[in-house]
Structures are given as C-alpha cells and as structure tokens.
C-alpha cells in the first residue's frame, strides 16, 4: 500500500486517498493522561519518541459526476518539512487525472491548519492568495466556521490560519455551511464529532449497501477506537 496514494470503492463511489505529507511522527500528544507503558505496547513501539507511520491526508471522492475532497492538506508548509510527500497535493490531485479547477466540491471535517492548507494558494511574488480550486463549493459545519472567524482568539495562530485560509473562499462568496447530522452531498453525510474543535465532523461516505467512515482528528489512530478517553482540545 502506498502511503501517498491509495485508491478503493465504497459501492459505486470511487474513493482515492491522498497524501499532502507522510512523516513518521511521535504520537505522545495524542494520549495526554495515559501511561506511556500502555499505549507504547498498544502501538507496537519500544518507547513514546519512537515515531510511528503518520499521514497528513485527504480524500478524493470521485461520483455522480462530482470531485470531492474532503480536507484539503497541510499546504506549503509541508514542503519545508522534509517529509515524504509533504505539500504535494496538487502532484497527487494530477496524478488521479484532475486538474485543481475540476474539483466541484471540498468538504472540511474542521479548520486547522493541517487539514485547509490548501484551500488558498500563496502568490509567489506576494500578492493576494489565489484560490487552489476555483469553482468548488466548500462545505464546513456552520458552528465551525463561526467558531474559527468570531469566537477563537484573533492572536493565536490557529485562528490566523483558519482566517487566512477561509477568508478568501467566504469573499468568494464559495462556502456552503451545514447545522448536524444532514446530506451534505449525495452519498457523503454528516456526523457532529465536537470535542476536537468546537463544530468538527466526521462523514458518512455510503453507496450500494456499503459505508466508510471518515473520522477527521476525531481519532489518529485505530487504538483510539478501542480506548476512547473523551478528552476535547482546540
């Protein structure tokens, strides 16, 4: 399996996993309050700074006549990364045989940084950002978007991120919100998962009898599915 590129169906849904930067990556952060002990032994490692395979992915869900993504990267800071992959979306977009102005829809489970990145690209000679995919429609959780441009603190970096990355689609007048569990897109449904952030989602992608869920930072990895702590953090 390849760890930037990954394709499978779900019914008559085509579904291609892509990867905007696959580091491995120490998971300490992700179990805050478990004895290293046992979730060391429950990953498979010798020890919590041993790094394990991680993945700053999204999903390309081709149906029905749509592109859809659902996150859009980590964006050009991944490429200063020095990780595998990292801030090649728009290669493995082109490489499923697209071109950015052909993705329709862009579906976000929440607004960090890791997951919008490519939502706007930089200009290079320090003009305004462009939008990386112009003729998409971007479905985010109203509670999320509203959380991210009027509640968070306007001087953490987070929130300057998500403004920066957000923005310019709302101006565009391209975003589309949604209010709990509904359709968003035939075949993909919503889920509210706060906790991660206020308003984060996971989504349904069903089609033919069959289903595949797609969690967001709802969970980073299967051990969080067996022991699940109910911890939330912005």
Same mark, same amino acid.
């Given at each position: 399996? #390849?760890?930037? %590129? ?23 952060? %992700? %179990?805050?309050? !478990? ?9 498979? /490692? ?21 592109? !859809?993504? /659902? ?13 595998? @992959? @990292?801030?090649? *979306? ?7 045989? +697209? ?7 862009? !579906?976000?489970?929440? *607004? ?7 939502? !706007? ?11 990386? %995919? ?10 999320? *978007?509203?959380?991210? *441009? ?10 300057? =991120?998500?403004?920066?990355?957000? =923005? ?16 968003? +897109? ?5 889920? $509210? ?8 989602? #996971?989504? /349904? ?26 911890? $939330?953090?912005?």
């Amino acid at each position: 399996m #390849s760890r930037l %590129f990954e394709q499978f169906t779900v019914g008559n849904q085509e579904i291609i996993a892509l990867s905007d930067g696959a580091p491995e990556r120490a998971l300490g952060g %992700f %179990f805050a309050g !478990v004895d290293p002990a046992l979730w060391t032994a429950a990953l498979g /490692i010798a020890g919590p700074d041993e790094g394990v395979p991680f993945n700053f992915g999204t999903f390309l869900i081709r149906s029905g006549g749509r592109n !859809v993504l /659902i996150h859009s990267g980590y964006g050009t800071p991944a490429k200063a990364m020095g990780i595998l @992959g @990292g801030g090649e *979306l728009p290669e493995r977009i082109a490489e499923a045989g +697209l071109k950015p102005e052909e993705i329709t829809d862009v !579906v976000h489970t929440h *607004l960090h940084g890791d997951h919008i990145g490519w939502n !706007v690209t930089p200009d290079a000679a320090g003009g305004p950002d462009r939008l990386t %995919f112009p003729n998409a429609t971007f479905h985010i959780a109203a509670r999320e *978007l509203d959380f991210w *441009l009027n509640g968070a603190p306007k001087d953490d970096d987070r929130t300057k =991120v998500a403004a920066r990355n957000t =923005v310019p689609i709302q101006a565009a007048g391209h975003i589309k919100t949604f209010d709990g569990d509904v359709e968003v +897109l035939p075949g993909i449904s919503a889920i $509210a998962t706060p906790g991660h952030t206020p308003g984060h989602t #996971s989504f /349904i992608v069903s089609s033919g009898g069959q289903e595949v869920l797609i969690v967001g930072d709802a969970a980073h990895h299967p051990v969080h599915f067996e022991h699940q702590s109910g911890r $939330a953090h912005v």
